[in-house]
């Protein structure tokens, strides 16, 4: 790895694939942010905050918050200060309009692609618990708290997402396919893809993310 280079990485892969786990890991290791819109929702509606009231029921549906919201957040966060070495995005961009907004304010160095099958999506999910004020991720068997339901890093309940039911997962898998997925080609062009096969420990999946970080 260079010291002193930017690292602007961009997570992408269907539910469940591990962005967000392998996001924490990331951003702990680089020592630069990691941001994910969905957590930033997910707080400002535990906070309920004007924000959260206004997305609450759109992300529990599955559905995308519109592009004017999520961009103006995305902008406003990686103008601060601790965005200058870098930052890990994990969900975003999502769609055409958000690729476009996301090229106005800074260029990607790395877009990794975590690739598993739709039934792992499903198993993962079922068993996925999130604390819902800092957003750390857990697994009941996989990756399970110290203490049953409660947040090992700020002591905050854990909650079952309303958006992990079965018609909104459906949903969002369905954006991912039909959205997300097509614009991988476009960092393709650049160079700048690294596909990582998802299956395994969450440990044998963070040795190819380091691996293809340190392809460089
Ligand atoms: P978001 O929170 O980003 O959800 P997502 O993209 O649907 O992705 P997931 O969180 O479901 O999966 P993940 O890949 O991060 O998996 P995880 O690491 O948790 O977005 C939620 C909503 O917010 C969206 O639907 C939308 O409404 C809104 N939103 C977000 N971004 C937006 C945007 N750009 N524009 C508009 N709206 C936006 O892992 C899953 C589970 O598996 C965990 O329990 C984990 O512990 C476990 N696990 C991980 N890796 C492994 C492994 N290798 N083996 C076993 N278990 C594992």
Not at 65 to 93: A, H, K, S, W
Request: charged share 25%; with cysteine; proline share 5%.
């Amino acid at each position: 790895m260079k010291e002193g280079v930017p690292h602007i990485i961009c997570l992408f892969g269907p539910q469940g694939s591990g962005k967000g786990t392998q996001a924490e890991r990331l951003s702990a290791w680089l020592g630069i942010p990691h941001i994910s819109p969905g957590n930033i929702f997910r707080k400002a509606m535990a906070d309920e905050t004007d924000l959260g009231k206004q997305v609450a029921d759109i992300i529990n549906s599955g559905h995308l918050v519109p592009d004017e919201v999520t961009n103006t957040l995305m902008r406003e966060r990686i103008e601060q200060e601790d965005c200058l070495m870098g930052f890990v995005f994990d969900g975003y961009p999502r769609n055409t309009a958000q690729n476009d907004a996301l090229h106005a304010m800074t260029q990607l160095t790395h877009a990794l692609v975590i690739d598993i099958p739709e039934e792992e999506s499903l198993h993962r999910i079922g068993e996925r618990r999130v604390c819902s004020q800092c957003g750390m991720t857990y697994h009941l068997t996989f990756k399970p708290s110290k203490v049953t339901g409660v947040c090992d890093v700020c002591g905050s309940a854990l909650t079952h997402r309303d958006d992990d039911k079965p018609d909104a997962i459906r949903k969002r898998l369905d954006i991912y396919h039909t959205s997300t997925e097509p614009l991988i080609t476009s960092f393709e062009q650049r160079g700048i893809v690294h596909r990582i096969n998802g299956m395994g420990s969450i440990d044998d999946v963070w040795k190819r993310v380091q691996e293809a970080i340190q392809k460089e």
